[in-house]
């Protein structure tokens, strides 16, 4: 606040040019609905936020869902995670909170709930979808040093991130996680695996899929799986 | 044409009774004169028609040439010179020119296989022919020659033949014909010198040596359904049958590996071959790998009472073998683990029959798979030697020490922790008597050594005690487990299943065992209520007092718990360390590495040990990713990266 406030005093004196250009005019302008945006972004957030530990937490999460009218369990929930690079699951932190919304350039429940088709777009970018896919397994890491994921787990998260692009494979790869037994966890490297897979394997026939090479073995015995059930 | 050849033939027969009738003539009465060659050039000459036209398949009289050629022999009088100079020569000439002729016709029209075929037959026909009318001094040479001229003229064209036609030959089967192709290699291999061109032309055996590996591959494998159809039809009989049936077959195994390995010679090409050839007998027979199969056939040699009867040079011969085998184990970790607890039992239950023999086959196991491999077992034996000192400096202490003895003979066996097979050792409650026994050895192994700690495992103690049955007082040899059961005897009449638990302080599976052996077995030493054949937690046991044998010593089993799972079970735990231990070891010298290449590597670096599979590498990289020991590389998801 005080910054924008010495800038706006400051600003005339320290013009070279003797007209003021519009530019100026309009920057100065601009600035301050920035900060009376980044107030009503702020309120919004105290909103929501626990009173004693000023966070977001599921709590608020579940009420700003409900005042958006979309459920909490909604992949566009994740990707508004995604946006704000929200650290820990089911809280939002003041700083997350601002990242996010300036960016979906949202002040309101009504223009937050209105940018989500555009964030979900933005999402399906194919170079935001990466870091939007590997984003979703960190973000589901709760535990200090948690590196891998259960199993039930990686099922939901497969079919929310995952299911409208590769609908079949997520289909028959969740299937194979429920009925194996060599895998109680999924890591990482698994995970982003997957993702690979489905981008690059041709599917059901697997005519591309090389075992020789250094895919995870769990996408090994996925396909030994699938072509003994096609067989 | 037909009337031609019998009137010529019949012109040869009258020539060459004329040629007999003139030869005994000679024979008898002008020996002595000079003018003998001139008369056998015009005999040769018949005769070498006659044999020309005996290998185009006519009928000629063989008892005639037969006469006609001891009157050649006759003539040396006894010296082989006449017959050698004058007819030999002149014979194998005309032998090599024909079928020098006869092999370059055959080379270009026929297939290598009956080549071959052709080939061997001629050879079989002039070797009987040798046999029907020739001299045997000549039989070797004239084979050597016909070979030659065969096999040796033709040996380049022959292979390059093979190339295209060896997969075909296999593939119908054709044992045969394959058996034919490695007797080829056999000759190649005789006759190493003369074939040294060959073998120095990249590729030039090789044709061959795949030939020999999978006609021996045929052989192997035969075997191999030989042992399992035993091994099948036997299952339904006692169990130590096939047990028999498995040693007869890795003594069959022996026998054919002794046989090709003489073929081999030194080239490296068939050394690989046999050893590929072998890969089949490496998967084992009827659900025991190859590893425990050698590991038993080991076992039943040196142990007490073997069943092969040998004498100690054919025992050292035999064992030479085995170790000989083993090259061709993948699963050498699996052998020296089996063969690791089958040494604990000879040693700990006094069944091995021979020291010297035991450390002669370590002696030859380590030379083959080196030093790590057997030290543990080394040890082992030695630790047997060590308590034999041990006992005698315990006997002195108790000799001085006379208020300690617990007055029962002890026999301790210290282990060393680490090189033995890993025992359970159970709490068990031992009776009072074999407490003091316990403390006594305690205190005496505290005056030796003060740092060391004593565990104790029951499991595998013995007790002999006496039985006072009614009808007369006998010796039993049994368990400790068995001893501390028997004992409670004596101080109660009748006990439960449940007290004896409670009393012995043992699992459910240990007592049924044990209390199966007391009761239901051969001899029951212990009366059970209800008197069924198995036991069940609510039953009764009271000592039978009337029981005896003919015997008055007499060893009561205990059913030893199937260990062949447990030893795979820690084999493969064993593994996996070692799989991982081997992959940072790459990573670590070469930091980024395609997935590949760390494959390779790890596989060459085990290989020694055991063959790891493709997925078994794959499950450890992903667990090291897990452990933040790799990384994947972010552009090349075939790239990996260590992470120090």
């Given at each position: 606040?005080?910054?924008s406030a010495s800038?706006k005093t400051?600003q ?8 003021s ?17 980044l107030?009503?972004i ?5 909103s ?6 000023a966070?977001?937490?599921p ?5 700003l869902c409900?005042?958006?009218?979309v ?8 990707m ?10 089911g ?5 997350e909170?601002?990242r996010?919304l300036k ?6 429940v ?19 979808f ?6 979703a397994?960190r ?6 040093k948690q ?14 991130v ?6 079949e ?21 698994q995970?982003?695996g ?6 690059e ?5 697997f ?5 020789e ?16 059930k096609?067989? | ?17 004329w040629l007999?009738?003139?030869f005994?003539y000679?024979?008898?009465?002008f ?27 006519e ?8 006469n ?5 022999v ?58 029907l ?20 003229v ?7 033949k ?6 075909a030959l ?18 190649l ?21 795949s ?5 021996v591959?045929a052989?192997?494998?035969a ?16 169990k130590?049958m ?7 077959f890795?003594?069959k195994?022996?026998e054919l ?8 010679n ?6 690989k071959?046999l ?12 659900g ?13 040699i040196?142990k007490?009472g ?17 170790v ?13 683990e ?7 039992q000879r040693?700990l ?12 086959i ?8 080196g030093?790590?491999f057997t ?13 034999r000192?041990?006992?005698t ?5 108790l000799s001085?020490?006379?208020h300690?003895?617990?007055?029962i ?6 282990l060393?922790?680490?090189?033995w ?5 159970f709490?068990l ?5 074999l407490?003091?026994c316990v ?7 505290q ?5 060391r ?5 029951y499991?595998?103690?013995t ?7 009614e009808p ?15 004992l ?11 007290d ?8 459910d599976?240990?007592?049924?065992r ?6 239901c077995?051969?001899y ?22 009337k ?15 199937d ?21 940072v070891r790459?990573?670590?010298s070469?930091?980024?590495?395609g997935h ?10 085990l ?7 493709l997925?078994?590498?794959?499950k ?6 897990t ?18």
């Open positions: 606040m005080r910054r800038r400051g005339p004196n320290s013009t070279p040019s003797l007209n250009s519009p530019a100026d005019l309009f920057r100065s302008a601009s600035s301050k609905a920035t900060t009376k945006e107030e009503r702020d309120a919004l957030y105290y929501y936020a626990n009173g004693s530990s966070m977001i937490d709590e608020g999460i579940e009420a409900s005042d958006m009218e459920d909490h369990t909604d992949v566009r929930i994740l508004l995670a995604w946006k704000m690079k929200a650290e820990k699951q809280y939002f932190s003041l700083e909170w601002r996010g960016a979906l350039r949202a002040d309101t009504n223009k937050l709930k209105k940018a989500l088709p555009e964030l979900e777009k933005e999402v399906k970018r194919p170079t935001n990466v870091d939007f896919y590997s984003y397994f973000y589901c890491l709760t535990e200090e590196k891998s994921i259960d199993i039930e787990s990686i099922c939901e998260l497969l079919d929310l995952l299911g409208s692009q590769f609908r494979q997520v289909d028959f790869f969740v299937e194979y996680l429920k009925t194996q037994n060599d895998y109680k966890v999924i890591n990482n490297d995970w982003m997957f993702y690979r897979f489905c981008n394997i041709s599917f059901p026939d005519s591309n899929y090389d075992p090479l250094a895919w995870p073995l769990i996408l090994d015995n996925f396909v030994e799986w699938m072509l003994a096609q067989s | 044409m037909l009337r031609e050849l019998v009137k010529r033939w019949a012109i040869y027969k009258v020539l060459g009774r007999s009738h003139f005994s000679l024979d008898r009465y020996i002595a004169q000079g003018n003998l060659p001139r008369l056998n050039e015009v005999g040769l000459t018949c005769f070498r028609d006659l044999i020309t036209k005996e290998r185009e398949g009928q000629v009289d063989r008892a005639l040439l037969r006609v050629l001891d009157i050649f006759a003539i040396g009088m006894g010296q082989m010179d006449q017959y050698e100079n004058d007819f030999e020569a002149a014979f194998l000439k005309d032998t090599v020119a024909y079928y020098s002729q006869k092999a370059s016709i055959w080379i270009l029209e026929d297939s290598c296989p009956d080549y071959m075929l052709k080939a061997e037959k001629c050879l079989r026909r002039e070797k009987d022919g040798v046999s009318y020739l001299h045997s001094s000549t039989e070797a040479k004239l084979l050597e020659k016909i070979q030659h001229e065969f096999l040796s033709y040996v380049t064209q022959l292979l390059e093979d190339n295209s036609q060896c997969h296999v593939r119908d089967d054709k044992v045969e014909d394959l058996s034919r192709m490695s007797g080829l290699l056999f000759y291999s005789k006759n190493k010198e003369r074939f040294r061109l060959l073998f120095k032309i990249p590729r030039g055996i090789e044709p061959v040596s030939l020999f590996k999978q006609y591959t052989e192997v494998t075997l191999v359904k030989q042992a399992e159809d035993a091994a099948s039809n036997k299952k339904a009989e006692k130590d096939v047990g028999l049936q498995e040693q007869v890795v003594r195994v022996i590996h002794e046989k090709y390995q003489a073929y081999v030194d080239y490296h090409t068939f050394h071959a050893k590929e050839a072998f890969e089949v007998f490496n998967k084992g027979v009827a025991s790998s190859s590893a425990e199969l050698l590991a038993t056939f080991c076992d039943n040196l007490k073997s069943s092969w009867k040998l004498s100690d040079e054919d025992i050292e011969e035999t064992l030479e073998k085995v000989k085998l083993l090259d061709y184990i993948s699963d050498k970790d699996l052998f020296a089996f063969y690791r607890k089958k040494l604990a040693l239950f006094d069944k091995s029959a021979n020291d010297d023999h035991e450390r002669s370590l002696t030859k196991i380590k030379r083959k798979c030093g790590q030290s543990k077992m080394e040890r082992m034996v030695t630790d047997l030697t060590l308590t000192e041990n006992q400096s315990f006997e002195e202490y001085n020490n006379s300690a003895n617990p007055g003979d002890l026999t301790v066996t210290v060393t922790t680490g090189f097979p890993s025992y359970k050792s709490d409650n031992l009776p009072p008597e407490v003091k403390k006594v050895f305690r205190e005496f192994y005056t030796k050594t003060k740092h700690k004593l565990t104790w495992i499991s595998l103690g007790c002999n005690i006496s039985g006072k049955f007369k007082t006998m010796e039993l040899i049994v368990t400790t487990y068995q001893a501390s059961a028997l409670l005897f004596n101080s109660s009449d009748r006990l439960s299943y449940s004896i638990m409670t009393e012995l302080n043992l699992t599976n240990d007592i049924v044990l209390l199966h052996s007391l009761s077995a051969k029951k030493i212990l009366n059970k209520e209800p008197n069924t054949k198995t036991i069940s937690p609510t039953d009764y046991f009271e000592f039978n007092s029981f005896t044998d003919k015997m008055r010593r007499i060893k009561i089993l205990l059913p030893p718990v260990e062949k799972k447990k030893v795979i079970e820690d084999v493969d735990k064993d593994r996996l360390y070692a799989i991982d231990a081997s992959i790459v990573m670590k070469r930091k980024v590495l590949q290449q760390l494959v390779m590597e790890c596989v060459e670096q290989g020694h040990m055991f063959k790891p599979n997925k078994a590498i794959k450890r990289i992903d667990d090291l990713i452990r933040d020991y790799l990384e994947r590389d972010k552009d090349n998801p075939n790239l990996f990266r260590y992470l120090a």
